[in-house]
């Protein structure tokens, strides 16, 4: 699930990134083309109701293609993204348009 919060006083958006509940992950990251695909560069903090967040700042007027990284073993995308496209790992990376 994606949440976006637009700045009157910057040209950023903060966006705050979801895992689903269902995933029963232990650990989980935010890993796209804002991080350079970096695994370790955006961990997510765990929710007492089992989902994962959090908070980055993008620029506007972007998109930005990105997944979760869960248990450092398992990716998945975002099902509420605002669209996908195909990666080169035979797959879909979720997309952020803001």
Excluded at 71 to 88: G, L, M, R, S
């Amino acid at each position: 699930m994606l949440k976006k919060q637009y700045l009157k006083s910057k040209d950023v958006c903060k966006v705050s990134f979801y895992t689903a509940p269902e995933l029963d992950a232990e650990k989980a990251s935010l890993v796209g083309d804002f991080n350079h695909w970096d695994e370790s560069a955006t961990p997510m903090t765990p929710l007492k109701d089992g989902r994962f967040k959090v908070t980055v700042n993008l620029a506007k007027d972007s998109s930005y293609q990105f997944r979760y990284l869960i248990n450092d073993i398992e990716w998945h995308n975002d099902w509420d993204a605002d669209q996908y496209v195909p990666n080169p790992f035979s797959g879909d990376n979720s997309v952020v348009e803001v």
